[in-house]
Nanobody, 125 residues
Framework: QVQLVESGGGLVQAGGSLRLSCAAS????????MGWFRQAPGKEREFVAA????????YYTESVKGRFTISRDNAKNTVYLQMNSLEREDTAVYYC??????????????????WGQGTQVTVSS
């Protein structure tokens, strides 16, 4: 069973930075896609970024390109989301997710098999 544990959320002023971590355990992740999603109050869960574990190919939603960076540390089985130049609109609960099949449809929450519990990110003006 795969377990995903997020950390690193918190309160930050607009323009500031946070780094989220997702510690993964329970499998070898070489074929996986690891993703970050977020859900703001009253809104649907949306794709933020993803990375293919073996190739390190990355994907981003348009609104975070140039501000967020997804990466992974193979030795620590951990995925990171470095968030810079944060905006109020980035306020949400952020979730880490794992897709064991390495789907092409990496922006769809439906293809992910495992989810973390979420970590709150609040950006104040």
């Amino acid at each position: 069973q795969v377990q995903l544990v997020e950390s690193g959320g918190g309160l930050v002023q607009a323009g500031g930075s946070l780094r989220l971590s997702c510690a993964a355990s329970g499998r070898t992740f070489s074929r996986y896609v690891m993703g970050w999603f977020r859900q703001a109050p009253g809104k649907e869960r949306e794709f933020v970024a993803a990375i293919r574990w073996s190739s390190r190919i990355t994907y981003y939603t348009e609104s975070v390109k140039g501000r967020f960076t997804i990466s992974r540390d193979n030795a620590k089985n951990t995925v990171y989301l470095q968030m810079n130049s944060l905006e109020r609109e980035d306020t949400a609960v952020y979730y880490c997710a794992a897709d064991r099949d390495g789907s092409l449809y990496i922006s769809s929450a439906d293809v992910y098999d495992y989810w973390g519990q979420g970590t709150q990110v609040t950006v104040s003006s």
